[in-house]
């Protein structure tokens, strides 16, 4: 994965350094490293404009019409944005896929 998004960089990572993915989950959920968020996306999706239209796609499919991602962490721009319902939604999304996950492990 290469990094492009220098603007986010907040850990301490250097160019070569190896991570597993529940590490790189962590450093962007307990200590807010957004460049994290960063790496996750382009692994994902290969950049991350391109994970962020994968989410924008997502917000819309679930009723999040409020809401647009111009990038993975949040730091802040103007285009990008959300309402409080449109939270609740993805919320509720997460939690209900959560909870499908659970009862199929029974």
Known sequence: ???DDW???ASDLVGGCSLTVKNLLYGLM??????CGVIL???IAGSESAFCDMMNEKAKEIG???T?????HGLHDDDHYTTAYDLYLMI???SHTRMQTAMNRW
């Open 30 to 35: 307990i200590t807010s490293y957004n460049d």
């Open 64 to 66: 999040a019409t409020n």
């Open 92 to 94: 509720h999304m997460i």
């Open 1 to 3: 994965v290469t990094f």
């Open 68 to 72: 647009h991602f111009v990038n993975c």
């Open 7 to 9: 603007d986010a960089m």
């Open 41 to 43: 996306a382009e692994l």
